[in-house]
Nanobody, 126 residues
Framework: QVQLVESGGGLVQPGGSLRLSCAAS????????IAWFRQAPGKEREGITY????????VYSDSVKGRFTISRDNAKNTVYLQMSSLKPEDTAVYYC???????????????????WGQGTQVTVSS
């Protein structure tokens, strides 16, 4: 079955860290770039970071730049999102998605993605 499965979400205190995983199955991750999106309650889904197929190009939204790091291990068919210095406004459902889009310049456009995970909840609260 072709799918992306996110994991690693949970409850964390402000200032804390969390690492999300996006595991691919049914296809080879090497052929795709991956992005992470998030959707907070009552808000539209937003793209927050992108990584190219080889991992040599990454892009971050201003809201997470300097705090979040995206990486990938193609041998494990998995992409990671390391989140640090978490804030309450980071509370959201986090999704990963795959694309053949190569430059990353407009990575936040959802219509570029043809497969989405089911999402994992991240709650930042004391």
């Amino acid at each position: 079955q072709v799918q992306l499965v996110e994991s690693g979400g949970g409850l964390v205190q402000p200032g804390g860290s969390l690492r999300l995983s996006c595991a691919a199955s049914g296809f080879t991750l090497d052929y795709y770039a991956i992005a992470w999106f998030r959707q907070a309650p009552g808000k539209e889904r937003e793209g927050i970071t992108y990584i190219s197929k080889s991992g040599d190009n990454t892009v971050y939204s201003d809201s997470v730049k300097g705090r979040f790091t995206i990486s990938r291990d193609n041998a494990k068919n998995t992409v990671y999102l390391q989140m640090s210095s978490l804030k309450p406004e980071d509370t959201a459902v986090y999704y990963c998605a795959r694309t053949t889009y190569t430059t990353g310049r407009y990575f936040y456009s959802e219509n570029l993605y043809n497969l989405w995970g089911q999402g994992t909840q991240v709650t930042v609260s004391s």
